[in-house]
């Protein structure tokens, strides 16, 4: 059996009669779109090129969005941001979770964190409409933590001892 970590770019041939896949029909494949970004990367002589730059949109056979990205109202960008930190400290929650030398007090400081983030975070819900393409995805951000924090006030998290 080949280990993974042996197979070098072009080297898996079919084997025992087998058919090779089959590419799709239509536009390059993903081994000739990533070729042809790599040598564009290398014609350019800049490995480091800006962020901006790079589009990776243009890769997929050359089409480009249609539409135009609307602007978000302040309250939108407001509930996001909100979002984005309730995520990042239930991430830091997660971790703490898995990290046995974590004190409840520790994580009672986090899910603290993470309650007032919810709270002005569920400000700014009622301030959307719930018909605003954005709403549901804070709602759930809010609901997921908020979950957390009740099972943990109630104790699920505490070690039981047999």
Same mark, same amino acid.
């Given at each position: ?51 901006? @730059? ?13 539409? @135009? ?94």
């Amino acid at each position: 059996m080949t280990k993974i970590d042996q197979i070098l770019p072009g080297q898996i041939t079919p084997q025992n009669g087998e058919k090779a896949p089959g590419k799709p029909t239509k536009g390059p494949s993903f081994q000739e779109v990533l070729d042809q970004a790599a040598k564009r990367s290398q014609d350019s002589g800049n490995t480091s090129a800006p962020a901006q @730059a790079f589009d990776p949109l243009n890769l997929i056979n050359g089409v480009k969005p249609t539409h @135009a990205v609307e602007a978000l109202r302040p309250e939108q960008t407001q509930g996001l941001m909100h979002a984005e930190r309730t995520m990042e400290i239930l991430d830091d929650y997660q971790n703490a979770l898995a990290d046995q030398s974590k004190s409840l007090k520790d994580m009672g400081r986090i899910v603290a964190k993470m309650d007032g983030e919810v709270k002005e975070l569920t400000g700014v819900l009622e301030k959307l409409d719930p018909k605003d393409e954005l709403y549901g995805i804070m709602e759930e951000v809010a609901v997921t933590a908020m979950v957390e924090s009740i099972k943990f006030n109630r104790g699920d998290y505490i070690p039981q001892e047999a």
